[in-house]
């Protein structure tokens, strides 16, 4: 009964794009003015997961301008006069899923990618969106739409882990258009990798062992903050010199020095316990703003270092590991309970971006509490990503990025019914035959 | 007395510690009941409140929990409120040969054919994923070789249990494994040799086949020479033919006494595989599969065996882009004998989430039974060894796992393992 409400309301919204003009997504200039921002929107009747850690049995969140208005249990939010309603009773709504390490759009894992320069270990002067296909990197060329029909609504994608450093990561909605419409933070961050790397270590070249790859890491952040002094100095001196001139442009200093002046964070991928003080200790000689690890397979082992100072892990692909007494860790969920903040991740396409949630039940079957969970798939990751203002959770002022279940999120079984992304419905299950399926 | 049992303890202490967290605990075979909980057999109908009764390692009795009765001294294991089903059979691990991420010894790439290579040869039995993989219900695997060999050794099913690859393994060599598509290509036509394309495969298969029919034909031809010779005075017996280690089991492929497991993704390598089915007439299990879906009827008409991995995850995207939940639906629909493997990949591909790939088959629009057979009964018998695991009927091995729910559900967990009729020793999660 309710399905149908939404089907025909589905229907009635889509008539009400095509008569405003609005292109059919996910065509360019599809999130251009639409009637859905124009007014005020109301998804009404279900059990709302805020994913700030508040749930409300017969929740309303109202949507006006492709932000979240209001957001709270029927009793107290009202629906206003002429609000275009969407029934979503029986449902159960989600802020949209975010993916704090992904590689979608940057080609086949385990085949030709472009996510990874190997010419050079240290190649921050790289910009990520400049590799991202904006539907899926050839062979899958409907990436992006798959992981938009599981709920995905933004992932940060990334460069590869084989250099040390790998470049400039970028944060993007999966809402179709070009790479620029979608992208909604450049440079998110400055991708890392510590640990050995066995492709330079192959050809003889630094770093064949992991003092080596932490000495590039610091050579690079030296020279980026000495070239940042060089610029201060031109600055100061310009007026007073006509002859002073700046230093050469280096593109990759350049993009460093963010990192040096902490406008941006740091991610780095690692896995052995040693290679993860090895990243705090890099974060703590250069005081990066945030410091944020991926895999991190061992960050159990050093649970409390890394809680005391904030030090965010983005758990995945790989969710379970055994200690050495054959012990099984539930990575995700031991270091939530030990005060680490987690997120949790695809490493897409190591799991396909559409299995985001069922990453996330794997760490709820191993005990990880439900709430948390959720969090890992969305308010988490858009801190580590410095987007906590805008997503990552149903709350007022946040875009309005909402995904619709047919029930709990985290069972394989349930279907993602619609997903909003800035308040435009931007996929539905009815009208995509195969996209539960896929 | 104190001592005493303290000594047996050290003993047993000792013997985990020598064979891993693979080893069932030593001790007596005395029989077990597990009683109460919704025993599902894999062969039948569930049973509500059912009780299974095993004696001497084998599985002697099933029915309903007042049907079954214990035998004096049995130990009583209360299974009320829980699943109890018959150990889960993964198709396709690669365990037990060397270190995730390091070169494995599965694939021995100095020739895209490897057939005279056995696994047994490479497998370590002190890998604790054997161990993992039990404790996760896991109690019969194939260890089969990677994807970089177009014909690869000799496969071995095991059970996760036992200090040797003689204990673990199953009697009878499982089959050959066979790799079309992009696994040979990267391995060898990368180097700028046969195979560096998708002919070149084929062609590496055929030409192997008809050096292995000629060997073959040698072989009959001496043995009815032999037989001929047998009933004549003075009669020299025959020279044998030279033996070619390497033909041996193709030889055997041929003459029906092995299967061939062909690794193969799209729909163009599927057909591939059909084509030398058709050509060469051996008993084949496609593997992977991913387009399968494609090709069901194709495939149901030869009545070949299907084993799905659903995810698509792991290094094989390249040629699994086209993945569908819906492969193992589909194929089922079609009349194909259908199991589902898990692969040992990470996150939802890893193989203690077997299980899972079964329920993303059923979202996928396959019966719940059918999952269900498809990592138990269906899977034993795609490799060939149903008449001894796979499901929970009298005679058959006592490999039972305790459930503590549906099996289908995200939450549910492994409590209790038995392999043989003897419990795996399970560890609490590290808290």
Known sequence: MSERTIVLAGAALALVLASAGASAPPGPGARAGTAAEAGVTAVVGARVLTGAGAEYGNGVVLIEGGRIKAVGPAASVPVPAGAEVFDASGRVVTPGLVDSHSHLGLGPSGGVTEDNEMSDPVTPELRIIDSIHPEGEGPDERQFRRALAEGVTAVAARPGSGNVVGGQSAVLKLRGGTVDDMVILFPADMKMALGRKGFYSSKGVMPTTKMGAAYLVRKALVEAAEYGEALERYERRKAGDPKASPPPRDLGKEAMLKVVRREIPVHIHVHSSDDIMTAVRLAEEFGFLR?????????????????????????????????????????????????????????????????????????VKYGMDPRRALEAITLSPARTLGLEARIGSLEPGKDADLVVFDGDPFDVATRVLAVFIEGRRVYEYEAEAEGGGK | MRAASFAALAAGLALAAVTGAAAPDAGPDKALVIRGGRVVTAAGPEIENGAVLVEGGKIKAVGGADAVAAPPGAEV?????????????????????????????????????????????????????????????????????????????????????????EEMALPGPAGVKLTLGEGPKSAFGAKGRLPGTRMGSAFVVRKALLEAAEYARKRRDHQAAVAAAKGKKGAEPPAAPPRRLDLEPLADLLDGRLTAFIECHRADDIQTALRLVDEFRFRAVLVGATEAYKSAGEIARRGIPVVVGVMGVGPKRVETKDVSLGNAAALVAAGVKTAIAAEDALGVGAQEELALSAALAVKGGLDRASALRAVTLTAAEVLGVASRVGSLEPGKDADIVVLDGDPFSYRTRVERVWIDGRPVRMIEPLK
Not at chain 1, 292 to 298: D, F, I, M, Q, W
Not at chain 2, 79 to 90: D, F, K, M, N
Not at chain 2, 144 to 161: E, F, H, M, S
């Open chain 2, 77 to 165: 294991v209360d299974a009320s409120g829980r699943w109890v089903l018959p150990g889960l059979v993964e198709c396709l691990a690669s365990i037990g040969l060397g270190e995730r991420y390091e070169a494995g010894e599965g694939e021995e790439l100095s020739d895209p054919v490897a057939a005279g290579l056995r696994l047994l040869d490479a497998l370590d039995p002190f890998d604790k994923r054997f161990g993992q993989a039990a404790r996760a219900g896991i109690t019969t695997l194939m260890v089969a070789p990677g994807r970089a060999n177009v014909i690869g050794a000799q496969a071995v099913v095991v059970k996760p249990r036992g200090a040797t690859a």
């Open chain 1, 291 to 363: 410091l944020s690890l991926g895999h991190a397979v061992e960050a159990y082992k050093v649970a409390g270092e890394l809680a005391r100072r904030g030090v965010a892990v983005v758990v995945g692909p790989q969710m379970i590991a055994y200690d050495d007494q054959g012990r099984l860790v539930n990575l995700a969920g031991y270091l939530a309970d030990k005060g680490v903040r987690v997120d949790i991740m695809t490493d897409a396409d190591v799991v396909q971006e559409s299995f985001l949630r069922c990453q996330a039940a794997i760490a």
